[in-house]
T-cell receptor, first 112, second 112 residues
Framework: DQQVKQNSPSLSVQEGRISILNCDYT??????FLWYKKYPAEGPTFLIS?????DKNEDGRFTVFLNKSAKHLSLHIVPSQPGDSAVYFC???????????FGTGTSLTVIP | DVKVTQSSRYLVKRTGEKVFLECVQDMDHENMFWYRQDPGLGLRLIYFSYDVKMKEKGDIPEGYSVSREKKERFSLILESASTNQTSMYLC???????????FGPGTRLTVL
């Protein structure tokens, strides 16, 4: 049973515009959330995280928003750049747990 | 810089062969993980280890085993490879229960 879901397999955005990637989860006990970026033939690289005590975390062009009541998080990339084209995975865990639960990924294409 | 390395980037094996995938990390991670990534399914956890000689099953352990004789090395073993084990295999390490997992570059395994 998929506890973390990314319902959009793909997204295309014009360079310079905002990219919004969405993620939903079912387990209300999750309290730590992360976004990873993956290029083809490479391992995922960590992008940004947020704990459940916050509703927003920002790092440069990347902002993650968490809505605990809706069990929803989103990643905003502003402005989008062609180098951002990759597959983005969201992941969730219990803060004291070892296992990360990953979504199925969203393939972002930023069009120059 | 954190380094997680995997012994092969690409591997082709025949059905029924025993396959070893090796992962080495140089950051003294207590925890190490093996995932497989398949289109539309995201990253699924096969096994993880939180200490030398310790292992825990993930979500899809069937057909796999693991070995962790030294802290820096975590091996994934396919006892008798089958075509449905054709996949991208990703190893990750993590220190303690705080922060992200660091991934290796992945091994693309094809079983013919």
């Amino acid at each position: 049973d998929q506890q973390v879901k990314q319902n959009s397999p793909s997204l295309s955005v014009q360079e310079g515009r905002i990219s919004i990637l969405n993620c939903d989860y079912t387990n209300s006990m999750f309290d730590y959330f992360l976004w990873y970026k993956k290029y083809p033939a490479e391992g995922p690289t960590f992008l940004i995280s947020i704990s459940s005590i916050k509703d927003k975390n920002e790092d440069g062009r990347f902002t993650v928003f968490l809505n605990k009541s809706a069990k929803h998080l989103s990643l905003h990339i502003v402005p989008s750049q062609p180098g951002d084209s990759a597959v983005y995975f969201c992941a969730a865990s219990l803060y004291t747990g070892n296992q990360f639960y990953f979504g199925t990924g969203t393939s972002l294409t930023v069009i120059p | 810089d954190v380094k997680v390395t995997q012994s092969s980037r690409y591997l082709v094996k025949r059905t029924g062969e025993k396959v070893f995938l090796e992962c080495v990390q140089d950051m003294d991670h207590e925890n190490m993980f093996w995932y497989r990534q398949d289109p539309g399914l995201g990253l699924r956890l096969i096994y993880f280890s939180y200490d030398v000689k310790m292992k825990e099953k993930g979500d899809i352990p069937e057909g796999y085993s693991v070995s962790r004789e030294k802290k820096e090395r975590f091996s994934l073993i396919l006892e008798s490879a089958s075509t449905n084990q054709t996949s991208m295999y990703l190893c990750a390490g993590r220190s303690g229960l705080d922060g992200e997992q660091f991934f290796g570059p992945g091994t693309r395994l094809t079983v013919l």
